[in-house]
């Protein structure tokens, strides 16, 4: 059914469990797995990096340990998963990378947020749905480690 899935991982708890479902459907579809994490660059950041130097290699290196993290989570799930940094608008990034993986699934977390967020910067959700080719899950199941073990042929009797 999907061969490639894109997960996009944040670290956050939702970004947990959409990496676990993510990686579980994969499993079952036997499908390509590739990570992305996205620093969001935004006027916001930028205003705040003018008013504090360093506030957007300081977010890209934190996003970068958040990559290894799911890097190393996917490995122990028996995943050789690529994984990618993204700079700029979640959304956009998402999707641009998406097209160049020729993604059939991109996997995301979702996070609540308050009127005035939502107003301001709109919901990625719908902008993803607005902007993708391909199927979008919003991963909110909670599974198991025992579900998500490298999977091991049965022995010969």
Known sequence: MYRRILL?????????LALREGARLAQVCAAEVFLLAVVDI?????????????????????FEEVLHEGVRRLTAMGFQPKAKL???DPAEEIA???????ADLVVVGHRQQGPLARWWRGSVGTRLVN???CSLLVGRLEIGDDELMPQTPPAAS
Do not use: F, H, K
């Open 42 to 62: 935004s006027s916001g950041m930028s205003m705040g990096e003018a008013t504090v130097p360093g506030l957007v290699l300081a977010q890209q290196e934190a």
């Open 131 to 133: 902007n993708l080719d």
């Open 8 to 16: 996009a991982y944040d670290g956050s708890v939702e970004g947990r």
């Open 86 to 88: 993204g700079l700029g």
């Open 96 to 102: 641009a990378v998406a097209r160049e993986i020729g």
